[in-house]
């Protein structure tokens, strides 16, 4: 009796419903050798219907979707949808949105848990290995000798993972999305900011397209390709819940999330016993290279402590997107030549960990 009402109870767990989320999802059918958006009320629908076929392919497999007063019957393991009075076939897909190198199925991105594993996707293509490298190697002033920026030269990857993060990619394009409607607003036109200010090889600049993931960076809104180095568990909750306030530093440049344009910077924040240097201990270290929106930015050659955003614009309404510090002579700081490029975001979501890298100095 017992074991009958578990497996009872076991098979009625098994068809709960996952929860589905759709964020930037949506479906086309095929038609003419071109694909089309389905009408958001087809769309809808065939979420619904996706959602129960996903926690039980065997009775979830055909759906019957009427939209715009039409019924078609829709079968999820053939991916096709069938007229129901004319019996025209047709292929139908869903498209995840997501960048082009992802290799998640969209039903697994639908339905991503907080199970942190299934966000960490390992990367083996070499050429990547070998532009990160690079990025350890020779950004910055890892060149010279006589600072302890030196210790970048002999980085070794120990690995890299891309982050596959669902809901938080598309939080971050949704930001993208609010941050030019916000420029069109206030007739705001972009200045992209230079990478490799610090560094003498251009590496930077020469990886931004490699490390890309297949999904084109925004010139509009002044994405980038930055680094932020971290510890282990730190990237474990960026990877989770991206740059929010958890993230946030008491900086120098105001109270947000910071990157940077060399290694050598972001290795400052990596060991667990020394903070702020660039040490050679042989911990593993943790880099997270991110893309972030620098959008409107604001150049400050002045210390901005506390600030909780990035200044009021002078010309124009609203407020700038992000401040950048560039090498050079700094007002407020102990130390008065800032020697590293910095870039400090205050908006959550404004960055995406694209991928976290493990490394030994
Ligand atoms: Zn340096
Ligand atoms: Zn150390």
Known sequence: ERE????????????????????GAYWQYEMDGHWHPFSPEGNDQMFQAYKVYISDA???RTASIVAGGVERIVDFQLMTQMHASTKTVRQIRIVAGVPQQWVSAPAALLTQSDHLASLYVKVLDSRLVEQVTQVLRSTGHAWDKSVPCS?????????IHRIENFPLWHRYKARLAAMREDHTRYNISVNPVDLDLDGREGTMS??????????????DVDEKILLHGTSWDNANSIVMHGFDHRTCTRGMY????????????????TCS??????????????LII????????????????GDRRAPKRRQASGNHDSVVVNPGPITGHHNPIQLHQEFVIFGQEQAYPSFIVQYVP
């Open 4 to 23: 009958k009402k578990e497996a009872a109870e076991k098979r009625s767990s098994d068809v709960t419903p996952k929860p589905v989320a759709c964020h």
């Open 58 to 60: 065997q009775n979830g």
């Open 151 to 159: 210790h970048m030269r002999g980085a070794t990857i120990k690995s």
């Open 206 to 219: 020469s990886s931004q397209r490699v490390l890309d993931c297949g999904d084109s960076l925004a010139w």
């Open 254 to 269: 105001g109270d947000g999330a910071y990157f940077a344009g060399a290694a050598c910077k972001s290795h400052q924040y």
């Open 273 to 286: 016993k020394h903070s702020g240097k660039a040490c050679a201990c042989k911990s593993e270290r943790t």
């Open 290 to 305: 991110a893309r972030v929106a620098l959008g409107d930015a604001y150049h400050t050659s002045f210390t901005r402590h």
